[in-house]
């Protein structure tokens, strides 16, 4: 049974302790955070931070939030260890790059969304042009709306010319 990164009875040293060939103490700062069946985890922060910089930190620290800038260290040294330029801003930016091209994705497969379900409407017989020239009654006014520039307007506006576009029928995820 572990606590605090030791065996209970016997005193194991805390993976810190160990990659530092000390005497690992009952109160050491290290050992709740850094057990000894992970000896990466402190050998990654040790060699980016250092034990010292890391024993500071450790102890300027309420220990409520000592938790927490442990996991935080580790996956700054990790990031830094795989990427000694960058680091963290590495892995940030390519996560943004990565959303980035999800959001041209997601915007590109809406758009087809919608020109698919532009394609599946159904031509009405009752578009408001063909009701005006199928109406032969009264006014004046509705002989002038149903010139031919008005009619042409309104039914190429539900126009889709499949001869012309050669690429409708492919997915644009294929880009």
Partial sequence: MKESG?????????????LLRR????????APYFPADEPQKFASVHKVFGASNVNKMLQELPEHQRSDAVSSMVYEANARVRDPVYGCVGAISSLQQ??????TQLALAQAEVVHMRMNQLPSTSNHPSNLQENDSSSSPNKHI??????????????????????N????????
Wanted: glycine share 4%; charged share 20%.
């Fill in 6 to 18: 030791r065996k209970q009875g016997a005193m194991s040293p805390c993976a810190a302790c160990k």
């Fill in 23 to 30: 005497r690992c103490a009952q109160d050491c700062v290290f």
């Fill in 98 to 103: 990565q959303i980035d091209l999800l959001q």
């Fill in 145 to 166: 709306s149903t010139n031919s520039q008005t009619k042409s307007f309104f039914t190429m506006d539900m126009m889709v010319d499949h001869h012309h576009q050669p």
């Fill in 168 to 175: 409708m029928g492919e997915s644009l995820w294929s880009c």
